[in-house]
């Protein structure tokens, strides 16, 4: 098993930063790649941002495109998410994902290991 706990959420104003951070603990060497997910009230959960275990290749929604970075330090295993720009509909619950892989993925059904979700809160 994978363990995953995402922190760093918070309320902000339009235009702040945010950098949040999900450390992995576990099985930690059958990881593959780690993305970033979020859910708002009312609506389904939907990709952000993912990163290759490895070769540190990434992928974003286009709607994050520009503004959030995803990182990732490998001897702490922890994924970062550094969100620039923040707008009120970034609003939302983050989640972050573990993938065994063997393809890089932006669908939530690929995504095998969950962490509970850190809330982002964006205010106009």
């Avoid at 959420?9 to 780690?34: K, N, W, Y």
């Amino acid at each position: 098993q994978v363990q995953l706990v995402e922190s760093g959420g918070g309320l902000v104003q339009a235009g702040d930063s945010l950098r949040l951070s999900c450390a992995a603990s576990g099985r930690t060497f059958v990881i593959d790649a780690m993305g970033w997910f979020r859910q708002a009230p009312g609506k389904e959960r939907e990709f952000v941002a993912a990163i290759t275990w490895n070769g540190g290749i990434t992928y974003y929604a286009d709607s994050v495109k520009g503004r959030f970075t995803i990182s990732r330090d490998n001897a702490k295993s922890t994924v970062y998410l550094q969100m620039n720009s923040l707008k009120p509909e970034d609003t939302a619950l983050y989640y972050c994902a573990a993938d065994r892989g063997p393809r890089f993925s932006a669908l939530v059904g690929a995504y095998d290991y969950w962490g509970q979700g850190t809330q982002v809160t964006v205010s106009s």
